[in-house]
């Protein structure tokens, strides 16, 4: 793939023509000192530092609440909802760019789920190398500190003032180029990119787990039993945080509400999480996973193998949001595997 | 088929609940289209006691207030517990934690022997509630589902889980990242997290969540930085009728 | 001609044409499509009924395929916002559905053989839309054996036309009730007291079995205590089935969708899962 690079003085130029057909997302310094991205505007300091977005990019390909049908209640007639802005993700970190090529992958087989589908087609994703690393990611040690694809550009800044930028697909390209021609890359910026990437992995060593994350499947295997879940689960609150800010859960529920005149209807879903008390629960009350250490191994089990035995890699792309979103601390994937890990140690 | 007859009631509260189904204005009118309101002393004058729903706000705070809800129970075919007092008892139970003697003397100074009043409780406490619409204030467009499911014959649905949900779902900065306080972690979800998305941090006054997890919730909320008194004044505000509070 | 856009979320309209009352609580329910085609089913799959403004719920169907009428089965019991709504509703009125979801039991496997169906509670609901379809091709299979199980007399349902296949012949069956009042005459005990009366040949037997949680291991115990292998066995498990489609989660038993890759498994299948049986 061609390689270009670009300069921050043509940022202004690309961002303003960018956003006359698309939502433009950047990222940039929340009021309460956290990092998301948020919609752009002129003079929005962009925070080419951010060690990751505090909300995950789910929310823009699977939003928290989305209309599925209306329907009216006399013909019983249904009609789809589709609703698919065109949105520009401008600063992806590679991990979330494996979350959204995991939530394809998952959501568009099988009976392909049309509203995600659309959504998707219309959001080109820029990813954007990071340049530090979150007290509580561990992204490196799992795989996910590079994505192949899933990507229309990936941004690295290679300088002060400049990037190379990696197109991904054509559309990105065609973005880019939006401003006038474009400069291919000298092997010296390529070299710069190689180097910005070998020092945020430096970086990210500082937390990661302590075997090859390809051994996750199967040390869950033997971990069934382990008397962590129960340690932990404990102090679960049962409050699906870790579930909702978790890039690839995707789980959801399905409700309804009749509008005013009683005549029709609106069917939407809305993000749901494993670990709320009522999540395998059916009519009549049984509950599937009564307890909750139950679902606190059920989450761990769909992250580090349900998933893995389904598309080859885990389902936790070592974000850390979880880890900060936990009142309780109990969410964190990197201490629960490494901690199972050292339970089995003597079987390796 | 005839119109359900509706009405309202009031007991210890300060009638904001009736005040935010009123705020609804035009949805109000399509929505009580469906019905007959037969008493709603917040929008309309005069009363009957031929009704087939009551919604019923405020707390039970006297004894002769039983009385009443009890008459109001035996008249109605559903009965809703509208908002934090009616459905949890609310900030009323802050006087259960002050000696009679004090809360009496407090607010009647010398008549105090001319009033009947004891601990404050919820509806629940006294008759059986067939729905809760609970909030201080109840979120408007609430209400306003939950009556529809009523008219639909559906048994109402509130949220089973905490308020965390609604504030992830929000993408709200979580209070306890910002070394605050909140009891979004143990409270019954449904306000979309109105307060912390304000800025505030949850005061519980939907009630707690089914199956909370107090224990747990002690720990978390017992943070370097914040005394133990605090908490036990958070959990005293709206949760002074249920185990949170101590 | 209708042009609207494709999405699995979008029920179509059938409408009831026939209500039947089964006991106290449950309801046998019979809907056309109003596309005039068949459901086109297998015995074991289930339909999402939508009651619009109330939600929408996932059923078993009890009616065997039927290649050439529109009319489908569901029977149901009265227990949440659904199913009540449901049990209001009047020939004539119409619900939307989805589907036939789910995977099947596996008929072609038991031509020729013998098989043994276990319904304990509501598992006859399902069950019988396999049974039904056997019978139509009685030649077609061996001996045949129905074993039902239902906690009090009063709870029963199809109790005529199970006493009717009793009579027929074709199908021997054997019933119990857990707790009897003073008109039951029959078997006494939970259904796996039922399987020592039956004299089976397990090299030969498939069994297919629905019931409440509990019920499944004990009766795969007695099943394995017989000789009967665990790829014989199949069962249709409950979960919280919400959109059909394997996405939402809900149903989920280990990395199994109970949506798409059940109802119905083979035990073998499911054997080594913690959260299945």
Same mark, same amino acid.
């Given at each position: 793939?061609?390689?270009?690079?670009?300069?921050?003085?043509?940022?202004?130029?690309?961002?303003?023509?960018?956003?006359?057909?698309?939502?433009?997302?950047?990222?940039?310094?929340?009021?309460?000192?956290?990092?998301?991205?948020?919609?752009?505007?002129?003079?929005?300091?962009?925070?080419?530092?951010?060690?990751?977005?505090?909300?995950?990019?789910?929310?823009?390909?699977?939003?928290?609440?989305?209309?599925?049908?209306?329907?009216?209640?006399?013909?019983?007639?249904?009609?789809?909802?589709?609703?698919?802005?065109?949105?520009?993700?401008?600063?992806?970190?590679?991990?979330?760019?494996?979350?959204?090529?995991?939530?394809?992958?998952?959501?568009?087989?099988?009976?392909?789920?049309?509203?995600?589908?659309?959504?998707?087609?219309?959001?080109?994703?820029? %990813?954007?190398?990071?340049?530090?690393?979150?007290?509580?990611?561990?992204?490196?040690?799992?795989?996910?500190?590079?994505?192949?694809? %899933?990507?229309?550009?990936?941004?690295?800044?290679?300088?002060?003032?400049?990037?190379?930028?990696?197109?991904?697909?054509?559309?990105?390209?065609?973005?880019?180029?939006?401003?006038?021609?474009?400069?291919?890359?000298?092997?010296?910026?390529?070299?710069?990119?190689?180097?910005?990437?070998?020092?945020?992995?430096?970086?990210?060593?500082?937390?990661?787990?302590?075997?090859?994350?390809?051994?996750?499947?199967?040390?869950?295997?033997?971990?069934?039993?382990?008397?962590?879940?129960?340690?932990?689960?404990?102090?679960?609150?049962?409050?699906?945080?870790?579930?909702?800010?978790?890039?690839?859960?995707?789980?959801?529920?399905?409700?309804?509400?009749?509008?005013?005149?009683?005549?029709?209807?609106?069917?939407?879903?809305?993000?749901?999480?494993?670990?709320?008390?009522?999540?395998?629960?059916?009519?009549?009350?049984?509950?599937?996973?009564?307890?909750?250490?139950?679902?606190?191994?059920?989450?761990?089990?769909?992250?580090?193998?349900?998933?893995?035995?389904?598309?080859?890699?885990?389902?936790?792309?070592?974000?850390?949001?979880?880890?900060?979103?936990?009142?309780? %601390?109990?969410?964190?994937?990197?201490?629960?595997?490494?901690?199972?890990?050292?339970?089995?140690?003597?079987?390796? | 088929?005839?119109?359900?007859?509706?009405?309202?009631?009031?007991?210890?509260?300060?009638?904001?609940?009736?005040?935010?189904?009123?705020?609804?204005?035009?949805?109000?009118?399509?929505?009580?289209?469906?019905?007959?309101?037969?008493?709603?002393?917040?929008?309309?004058?005069?009363?009957?006691?031929?009704?087939?729903?009551?919604?019923?706000?405020?707390?039970?705070?006297?004894?002769?207030?039983?009385?009443?809800?009890?008459?109001?129970?035996?008249?109605?075919?559903?009965?809703?517990?509208?908002?934090?007092?009616?459905?949890?008892?609310?900030?009323?139970?802050?006087?259960?934690?002050?000696?009679?003697?004090?809360?009496?003397?407090?607010?009647?100074?010398?008549?105090?022997?001319?009033?009947?009043?004891?601990?404050?409780?919820?509806?629940?406490?006294?008759?059986?509630?067939?729905?809760?619409?609970?909030?201080?204030?109840?979120?408007?467009?609430?209400?306003?589902?939950?009556?529809?499911?009523?008219?639909?014959?559906?048994?109402?649905?509130?949220?089973?889980?905490?308020?965390?949900?609604?504030?992830?779902?929000?993408?709200?900065?979580?209070?306890?990242?910002?070394?605050?306080?909140?009891l979004?972690?143990i409270?019954?979800?449904?306000?979309?997290?109105?307060?912390?998305?304000?800025?505030?941090?949850?005061?519980g006054?939907?009630?707690l969540?089914?199956?909370a997890?107090l224990?747990?919730a002690r720990?978390?909320?017992?943070?370097?930085?914040?005394?133990?008194?605090?908490?036990?004044?958070?959990l005293r505000?709206f949760l002074g009728?249920t185990g949170a509070a101590l | 001609?209708?042009?609207?856009?494709?999405?699995?979320?979008?029920?179509?309209? /059938?409408?009831?044409?026939?209500?039947?009352?089964? +006991?106290?609580? /449950?309801?046998?329910?019979?809907?056309?499509?109003?596309?005039?085609?068949?459901?086109?089913?297998?015995?074991?799959?289930?339909?999402?009924?939508?009651?619009?403004?109330?939600?929408?719920?996932?059923? +078993?169907?009890?009616?065997?395929?039927?290649?050439?009428?529109?009319?489908?089965?569901?029977?149901?019991?009265?227990?949440?916002?659904?199913?009540?709504?449901?049990?209001?509703?009047?020939?004539?009125?119409?619900?939307?559905?989805?589907?036939?979801?789910?995977?099947?039991?596996?008929?072609?496997?038991?031509?020729?053989?013998?098989?043994? !169906? /276990?319904?304990?509670?509501?598992?006859?609901?399902?069950?019988?839309?396999?049974?039904?379809?056997?019978?139509?091709?009685?030649?077609?299979?061996?001996?045949?054996?129905?074993?039902?199980?239902?906690?009090?007399?009063?709870?029963?349902?199809? /109790?005529?036309?199970?006493?009717?296949?009793?009579? +027929?012949?074709?199908?021997?069956?054997?019933?119990?009730?857990?707790?009897?009042?003073?008109?039951?005459?029959?078997?006494?005990?939970?259904?796996?007291?039922?399987?020592?009366?039956?004299?089976?040949?397990?090299?030969?037997?498939?069994?297919?079995?629905?019931?409440?949680?509990?019920?499944?291991?004990?009766?795969?115990?007695?099943?394995?205590?017989?000789?009967?292998?665990?790829?014989? !066995?199949?069962?249709?498990?409950?979960?919280?089935?919400?959109?059909?489609?394997?996405?939402?989660?809900?149903?989920? !038993?280990?990395?199994?969708?109970?949506?798409?890759?059940?109802?119905?498994?083979?035990?073998?299948? !499911?054997?080594?899962?913690?959260?299945?049986?």
């Amino acid at each position: 793939m061609t390689t270009y690079t670009v300069y921050k003085e043509q940022l202004p130029g690309l961002f303003e023509k960018w956003s006359e057909s698309y939502a433009l997302y950047v990222p940039a310094k929340l009021r309460e000192g956290f990092y998301d991205l948020v919609p752009w505007k002129r003079d929005l300091e962009i925070a080419w530092d951010f060690d990751v977005a505090y909300n995950s990019p789910k929310r823009f390909l699977f939003p928290p609440r989305e209309a599925l049908i209306t329907f009216n209640r006399k013909t019983c007639e249904a009609e789809p909802v589709f609703e698919a802005p065109p949105q520009i993700l401008f600063g992806v970190h590679p991990y979330d760019v494996k979350a959204i090529n995991q939530l394809d992958q998952l959501l568009e087989t099988g009976s392909p789920d049309q509203n995600y589908v659309r959504r998707r087609a219309a959001t080109v994703v820029m %990813g954007y190398e990071p340049l530090t690393v979150s007290p509580t990611a561990f992204w490196a040690s799992v795989g996910a500190a590079s994505a192949a694809h %899933g990507y229309d550009l990936y941004w690295t800044k290679i300088g002060p003032a400049a990037f190379t930028v990696e197109v991904g697909s054509a559309r990105g390209e065609e973005l880019l180029s939006m401003c006038g021609p474009l400069v291919p890359s000298t092997a010296g910026d390529k070299e710069g990119a190689r180097r910005a990437k070998a020092r945020v992995l430096f970086k990210a060593r500082h937390n990661g787990l302590r075997y090859n994350w390809e051994e996750t499947p199967r040390l869950l295997s033997k971990s069934w039993d382990s008397p962590l879940w129960r340690r932990y689960s404990q102090m679960c609150l049962a409050c699906g945080s870790c579930n909702l800010v978790c890039p690839t859960c995707y789980c959801f529920d399905i409700r309804e509400e009749a509008d005013d005149q009683l005549e029709e209807g609106v069917r939407y879903r809305e993000w749901d999480g494993c670990m709320l008390e009522s999540f395998a629960k059916v009519a009549g009350n049984h509950n599937f996973r009564p307890k909750a250490q139950d679902r606190y191994r059920h989450r761990y089990f769909r992250k580090g193998k349900y998933i893995y035995d389904k598309i080859g890699e885990l389902g936790c792309v070592g974000c850390g949001r979880c880890v900060r979103a936990c009142t309780a %601390g109990i969410a964190n994937p990197l201490k629960v595997f490494n901690e199972l890990w050292e339970e089995t140690a003597h079987e390796h | 088929m005839a119109k359900p007859k509706i009405a309202f009631f009031d007991f210890a509260g300060c009638e904001g609940d009736q005040l935010q189904i009123a705020n609804l204005e035009e949805r109000l009118l399509d929505i009580l289209g469906h019905v007959e309101v037969v008493s709603f002393r917040e929008v309309a004058t005069g009363h009957s006691d031929d009704y087939d729903v009551a919604f019923v706000e405020g707390s039970i705070t006297r004894p002769e207030d039983e009385i009443r809800l009890k008459e109001i129970r035996k008249n109605a075919k559903v009965l809703v517990a509208l908002g934090a007092c009616a459905a949890i008892g609310g900030i009323n139970c802050l006087k259960n934690f002050l000696a009679e003697n004090v809360y009496r003397e407090e607010v009647y100074g010398g008549q105090a022997r001319w009033f009947s009043t004891y601990a404050a409780r919820p509806l629940k406490s006294v008759v059986k509630v067939d729905a809760e619409i609970p909030g201080c204030p109840i979120d408007p467009t609430e209400f306003a589902r939950i009556t529809k499911e009523l008219l639909l014959g559906r048994s109402p649905w509130i949220p089973d889980f905490p308020v965390c949900v609604e504030c992830k779902q929000a993408g709200n900065v979580c209070r306890y990242e910002m070394g605050r306080m909140c009891l979004g972690i143990i409270t019954r979800a449904g306000c979309k997290a109105a307060c912390v998305s304000q800025g505030a941090h949850c005061w519980g006054c939907r009630g707690l969540v089914p199956g909370a997890n107090l224990d747990a919730a002690r720990i978390v909320m017992d943070r370097p930085g914040t005394s133990r008194k605090a908490i036990q004044d958070l959990l005293r505000f709206f949760l002074g009728d249920t185990g949170a509070a101590l | 001609m209708n042009t609207k856009p494709f999405s699995p979320y979008v029920p179509r309209p /059938v409408t009831l044409v026939e209500k039947t009352k089964l +006991s106290d609580f /449950v309801t046998r329910f019979t809907f056309e499509q109003d596309n005039g085609r068949p459901l086109a089913h297998k015995p074991g799959q289930f339909v999402n009924v939508s009651m619009y403004g109330i939600g929408e719920a996932p059923f +078993s169907i009890s009616s065997p395929p039927r290649r050439t009428q529109n009319t489908f089965e569901i029977a149901v019991r009265k227990i949440g916002a659904v199913t009540s709504a449901l049990h209001e509703l009047k020939p004539g009125a119409k619900v939307g559905i989805r589907g036939p979801y789910g995977s099947s039991f596996p008929v072609m496997k038991f031509v020729g053989k013998d098989i043994l !169906i /276990v319904a304990g509670g509501l598992g006859y609901i399902p069950l019988r839309s396999l049974l039904f379809y056997q019978l139509r091709h009685r030649d077609e299979f061996n001996r045949m054996v129905l074993m039902v199980g239902t906690r009090e007399p009063k709870e029963r349902i199809f /109790v005529d036309e199970i006493a009717d296949l009793a009579k +027929s012949g074709d199908v021997e069956v054997l019933e119990t009730v857990d707790m009897p009042d003073e008109t039951w005459k029959g078997n006494v005990g939970v259904i796996t007291t039922l399987l020592p009366k039956a004299e089976l040949d397990p090299a030969n037997t498939y069994v297919a079995m629905v019931g409440p949680p509990i019920m499944y291991r004990f009766v795969i115990a007695e099943c394995r205590k017989k000789g009967i292998a665990s790829d014989q !066995i199949f069962v249709s498990l409950e979960r919280k089935m919400k959109c059909g489609l394997g996405k939402c989660g809900h149903c989920q !038993i280990n990395e199994l969708n109970a949506c798409i890759d059940g109802p119905v498994f083979c035990y073998t299948d !499911i054997e080594a899962y913690q959260e299945a049986i």
